[in-house]
């Protein structure tokens, strides 16, 4: 089975840090993404990337940015935290055949990090 | 973005089967309806997708109308396992990464 891990189950920071979180998966998917959830909102695309070293904006990039060294890893990097970023932060990952239907990959999410920013 | 419809809640009992409705009545030709289920504390988690015809597989059934308008997912013999919320969503064909955007989806409550 598909093995997402987020570094971090629960997080509190302060207004202004600077905050990682971390995303590993096990299945040497190509595609990694970074959602946050919040209540009546659904679920929203930060960044996802394609590749090592390549990114896309999602829907809500503002003050996000993220790093894909390698291709197991991807991080999402909160530049300086604030109190709207407070959230449900969740990394999903997916397979990538080129030529293949991409909206017939299931993503494999990780259990999320729920973040406070205080 | 074609959009789903969902009952906001259900109910079902131990053992016995589920329907979950889905309206999609603005779907275009190349959306496929994929359903997603997200338990307490944890990601959501693919439950299955088709395109036309019903399919099958180890978690669930999905039968699709013959219109594409609607959907359901069927689940066989309910599980206490099984109460979360479930999303349907339209996923447009295409050759790049895509998003998932899910709405409020249906909140199964399982009874003993």
């Known amino acids: 089975d598909v093995k997402v891990t987020q570094s971090s189950r629960y997080l509190v920071k302060r207004t202004g840090e600077k905050v990682f979180l971390e995303c590993v998966q096990d299945?040497?998917?190509?595609?990694m993404f970074w959602y946050r959830q919040d209540p009546g909102l659904g679920l929203r695309l930060i960044y996802f990337?394609?590749?090592?070293?390549?990114?896309e904006k999602g829907d809500i990039p503002e003050g996000y940015s993220v790093s894909r060294e390698k291709k197991e890893r991807f991080s999402l990097i909160l530049e300086s935290a604030s109190t709207n970023q407070t959230s449900m932060y969740l990394c999903a990952s997916s397979f990538s055949l080129k030529g293949a239907i991409l909206s017939n990959q299931p993503q494999h999410f990780g259990d999320g990090t729920r973040l406070s920013i205080l | 973005d074609a959009k789903t419809t969902q009952p906001n809640s259900m109910e079902s009992n131990e053992e016995e089967p589920v329907h979950l409705p889905c309206n999609h009545s603005t779907i275009s030709g190349t959306d496929y309806i994929h359903w997603y289920r997200q338990l307490p504390s944890q990601g959501p988690e693919y439950v299955i997708h088709?395109?036309?015809s019903n399919v099958n597989n180890r978690m669930a059934s999905l039968a699709i109308a013959e219109d594409r308008k609607s959907s359901t997912l069927i689940l066989h013999r309910a599980t206490l396992r099984d109460a979360a919320v479930y999303y349907c969503?339209?996923?447009?064909?295409?050759?790049?990464?895509?998003?998932?955007?899910f709405g409020e989806g249906t909140q199964l409550t399982v009874n003993p």
């Open positions: 299945m040497d998917h190509e595609n």
């Open positions: 969503i339209l996923r447009p064909r295409e050759t790049s990464g895509s998003r998932l955007t």
């Open positions: 088709g395109l036309t």
């Open positions: 990337s394609y590749d090592v070293k390549m990114k």
